[in-house]
C-alpha cells in the first residue's frame, strides 16, 4: 500500500493530524483508512519494520498496531517504539483477534499500549477511541504552536534590546571619539541663536585652549561670548552674526579678552541652519 512520508518540523497550523495504521493484511487497513478518513490522515503500514521506518520521519496522533504479524510482531514493535525518544510517547492501541483473556491485555499494557480494539472492530468504537487521541494530539500541537510564537516573539524583543544597546555603545563611542578629536584641534566649534545676544547651545572643548574658559562658562550665561568682544569690535560682530540670516553665511574677525585678560584676535565663521526650533548659527572660531 502506498506510503506516506514527510520530514519532521515544527507543527504548522492547518495540517490533519496523522494516524499511523499498521496491519499486515491490507484489506483491515482499506477497512481503518475508510472509517477514519474524515478524522485524520491514515498512513498505513504493512509490517513493524515499515511502521518503524514512518515513525523515523513522522509524528502521530496515535498508532494502530495489529498484534499478529510476520518477522516483527506487534509486542515488539512497540516494544522498539517506546525506546525511540520520537514515538516513545505516541499512544499506542491494539488491534488484535485473539483472546480476550487478561494475560495477552496485560502484555500489551506491558510494552506501552493504552488500549485495545478487538476485531471485528466496531466503526463507531475506532472512530471514537481514536477521536480522543486525535484532540488530544491537536491540542497538544496548538500549545507548541503557541510556545513557538512566544519563543520568536522573545527571541526578536532580546534581539531589537541587543541591537539597540549595540548602536547606544557605537553612539557613545563615535561621540566620545568624535569629541576627542574636537578637543585635540586648535579650534572651537560652537550652536548658537541667530538672535542677539546669540546665546551658545553648544561649545566645544577647544574653545577653553583658546580663550582659558570652559564650555560651561559659555553655556550658562547667554551673553558671555558676545560681552568679552572689544568694544570697538561688538557692534561689527553683531551686525555680521545678525545678517547671516539673510545671508545664510557669516564671517567676522575681533578682538576677544581671554580669561588671563588679555585680547586676542580671532576669525569666527558659519553658516545658518534651520530646524523646528528656528534658525540656528554653527560655526567655528580659530585664532
Known amino acids: 500500500m502506498a506510503a506516506i512520508e514527510a520530514e519532521r518540523s515544527e507543527p504548522v497550523e492547518g495540517l490533519r493530524a496523522r494516524v499511523l495504521a499498521v ?25 513493524g519494520e515499515e511502521a518503524l521506518r514512518f515513525l523515523l520521519k513522522e509524528d502521530f496522533a496515535v498508532i494502530l498496531l495489529d498484534v499478529l504479524m510476520p518477522n516483527l510482531d506487534g509486542y515488539e514493535t512497540a516494544t522498539l517504539i517506546r525506546r525511540r525518544e520520537r514515538s516513545k510517547n505516541t499512544p499506542i492501541i491494539f488491534l488484535t483477534a485473539i483472546s480476550k483473556e487478561e494475560a495477552h491485555m496485560l502484555r500489551g499494557y506491558d510494552v506501552g499500549a493504552v488500549d485495545y480494539l478487538f476485531k471485528p472492530f466496531d466503526p463507531v468504537m475506532l472512530r471514537s477511541k481514536v477521536m480522543v487521541f486525535v484532540d488530544l494530539h ?28 549595540d548602536a547606544e555603545r557605537a553612539l557613545r563611542h563615535s561621540e566620545a ?47 558671555f561670548g558676545l560681552s568679552r568682544v572689544h568694544p570697538d569690535d561688538r557692534e561689527e560682530v553683531t551686525r555680521s552674526l545678525s545678517a ?9 574677525e575681533f578682538r576677544w579678552r581671554c ?10 565663521r558659519g553658516v545658518v541652519s534651520k530646524d523646528d526650533a528656528g534658525l540656528e548659527l554653527l560655526g567655528t572660531m580659530q585664532d
Open 138 to 165: 491537536e491540542k497538544t500541537r496548538e500549545i507548541e504552536r503557541n510556545a513557538a510564537r512566544e519563543q520568536r516573539l522573545l527571541e526578536q524583543a532580546l534581539k531589537a534590546k541587543s541591537d539597540k544597546l
Open 244 to 252: 547671516a540670516c539673510e545671508t545664510g553665511s557669516y564671517g567676522c
Open 177 to 223: 571619539r568624535q569629541e576627542a578629536i574636537l578637543a585635540s584641534l586648535p579650534i572651537c566649534f560652537h550652536a548658537r541663536s541667530a538672535e542677539a545676544p546669540f546665546a551658545a547651545s553648544y561649545v566645544s572643548k577647544g574653545v577653553e585652549r583658546l580663550t582659558g574658559f570652559p564650555p560651561s562658562r559659555f553655556l550658562s550665561h547667554p551673553d
Open 23 to 47: 496491519d499486515d493484511d491490507e484489506r483491515n487497513l482499506l477497512a481503518i483508512a475508510e472509517v477514519l478518513g474524515e478524522v485524520g490522515e491514515v498512513v498505513c503500514a504493512q509490517s
Open 259 to 268: 580669561a588671563n585678560d588679555e585680547y586676542r584676535i580671532f576669525f569666527d
